[in-house]
């Protein structure tokens, strides 16, 4: 079965450094991966995906994450935090079975400071 | 990318009267749409699978009576809550896709506060 293991659940960065949130995932099969925002009371957008292409997968607003199947991660990365990048974060594994329904991680809180 | 409209926002309503919540997919044809339900600080739960024309399918634990979903159209799915109750107060969320690959991304509207008084 497909799980998704979100680390963290709260991070805590000051503005202007690096951002790590780390997933990692476990899959029988060779897994889709996204990374989801979600702003208060807001709904998800879709940050970056990974499909089986390039390992090295780049998102909006200068986030990516790199896909590495020898330690089943897929760790979201930034190297300089803004305070609009405070948000929850959610890694996703697609399953490949039926509809390919998501199953989400616990989420990462991020948290920026000035 | 695309757009997923859902509708309202927010909304309070009565205990045992039934709320309405609607999912648009905007640009694009929705094979497929998902009905979450999401408690304060925590990660979405699926409650529903629904395809255009065909009957929902429900997660575990989910009242099937309770919460109606129809997608009627490729582009339009509804969320039900019949006679609801302050339990069922919490934030809905609704996503679809426009195919079944496994790399599908699917998009999400920006949900639903729902709050049962």
């Known amino acids: 079965a497909q799980s998704v293991t979100q680390l963290d659940s709260h991070v805590s960065v000051s503005e202007g450094t690096p951002v790590l949130l780390r997933c990692n995932y476990s899959s029988s099969y060779s897994p889709s991966l996204f990374w989801y925002v979600q702003h208060p009371n807001k709904g998800l957008q879709l940050l970056l995906k990974y499909t089986s292409a390039a390992t090295l997968v780049k998102g909006i607003n200068g986030f990516e994450a790199e896909f590495k199947k020898s330690e089943t991660s897929f760790h979201l990365t930034k190297p300089s935090a803004h305070m609009s990048d405070a948000a929850e974060y959610f890694c996703v594994v697609s399953e490949p079975s039926g509809t390919y329904n998501y199953i989400f991680g616990t989420g990462t809180r991020l948290k920026v400071l000035a | 990318g695309a757009v997923v409209s859902q509708h309202p926002s927010w909304v309070i309503c009565k205990s045992g009267t039934s709320v309405k919540i609607e999912c648009r997919s905007l640009?694009?044809?929705?094979?497929?749409m998902f009905w979450y339900r999401q408690f304060p600080k925590q990660s979405l739960m699926l409650m529903a699978t629904s395809n255009e024309g065909s009957k929902a399918t429900y997660e575990q634990g989910v009242e099937k009576d309770k919460f109606l979903i129809n997608h009627a159209s490729l582009t339009l799915s509804t969320l039900t809550v019949t006679s609801a109750h302050p339990e069922d107060s919490s934030f809905y969320i609704c996503?679809?896709?426009?195919?079944?690959?496994?790399?599908?991304?699917?998009?999400f509207g920006q949900g639903t506060r729902l709050t049962v008084v």
């Open positions: 996503s679809a896709r426009s195919g079944q690959g496994r790399g599908t991304e699917a998009f």
């Open positions: 640009d694009f044809q929705a094979t497929t």
